[in-house]
């Protein structure tokens, strides 16, 4: 189930962004804690929704 659930978000991700935006935030993300991880996941599903609602 969790490997599911995350080629679903890599899926969506890779949707809502370029591949150089998807590879830049990729290797950045591996520096990250875990709150940073998260706040930057909030970011992401509230940009994700604003594309979607456009």
């Known amino acids: 189930m969790e490997r599911e659930n995350r080629a ?3 899926e969506l991700t890779r949707s ?9 935030a990729y290797a950045e993300g591996g520096g990250l804690s875990r709150e940073e991880a998260a706040a930057l996941l909030g970011r992401a599903a509230d940009a994700i929704s604003e594309r979607a609602e456009s």
């Open 8 to 10: 679903r978000a890599t």
């Open 16 to 24: 809502a962004l370029t591949d150089g935006e998807f590879e830049g």
